[in-house]
């Protein structure tokens, strides 16, 4: 196998988490929750830590659905905390979310030695060894994905970016909160179990924020930005 041919199905993986997670980086940028995608990513890593605990494959089936359960936990949570008076900044409870969720996972892993290098991997991903089947399991997910907020975009767009203007529209914002980090949640766990928890923090957290700037716009900073051509 030549250096094409094996860096070929990593670098398309790539484009396509770069491409769902910069979208997505906008709105966590607009709402002001930077850390959210890691808090989220490492709820992941949780749920995935304790289905090997359990003695499931990483890569397994099982792994999969525990870790987004674990997600759609962590989405109904933060889809409460929003608030116009709460005492608590929002970002401070995403904080400790992630905190306590790497804590857990550390503590799980530390009952078993035999999977230290499993914390490693949910930590720094490997990426150079994904495969084709993963890369098109992953795009059709990250495909339906994609249509869904598309088709709800002026909802998403507003709330993140209007919030005020949504709440006197009467749109619940606590329910599309819940429907935007679920979403989150679907393409976390599966990126999580590609790329690991710090390089989706970075591509997701590379959106810029500033009012001059168009929608348009702040997807082809963040796609540059995040692509794999910028590494």
């Known amino acids: 196998m030549d250096t ?10 790539s484009l396509i988490l770069t491409g769902i997670h910069a979208y997505l980086g906008v709105h966590v940028v607009e709402r002001g929750v930077v850390f959210v995608d890691l808090a989220l990513a490492q709820i992941a890593a949780l749920g995935t830590t304790v289905a090997v605990l359990y ?3 990483p890569h397994g089936r099982g792994s999969y ?3 987004l359960a674990f997600t759609f936990l962590g989405a109904l949570v933060f889809s409460t905390i929003r608030a116009q008076s ?28 035999a999977q230290t ?5 949910m930590l720094v991903g490997n990426i150079l060894t994904v495969s084709w089947p993963e890369v098109r399991h992953t795009a059709l997910i990250y495909g339906i994905i994609g249509v869904f907020h598309y088709i709800f975009r002026k909802k998403f767009l507003l709330i993140s970016m209007e919030p005020h203007e949504a709440e006197d529209q009467g ?8 429907l935007f980090y679920a979403s989150f949640g679907f393409v976390v ?13 970075f591509v997701t957290s590379s959106s810029p924020r500033s009012a001059q700037c168009s929608m348009p716009g702040k997807l082809a900073h963040a796609w540059r930005s ?5 590494h």
Do not use: C, N
């Open 55 to 57: 003695g499931f494959d």
């Open 226 to 230: 995040a692509g794999p051509w910028e």
């Open 65 to 67: 659905w525990t870790s």
């Open 117 to 121: 290098e499993h914390l490693k991997e």
């Open 4 to 13: 094409l041919s094996f860096l070929l199905a990593p670098f398309v993986a």
């Open 86 to 113: 709460e005492r608590i900044p929002q970002e401070a409870i995403i904080g400790i979310s992630y905190a306590v969720a790497s804590a857990a996972a550390i503590l799980a892993m530390s009952k078993s030695v």
């Open 189 to 201: 766990t599966s990126s999580v179990a590609i790329a690991g928890v710090l390089l989706v923090f």
């Open 171 to 178: 749109i619940s914002i606590r329910f599309w909160d819940f």
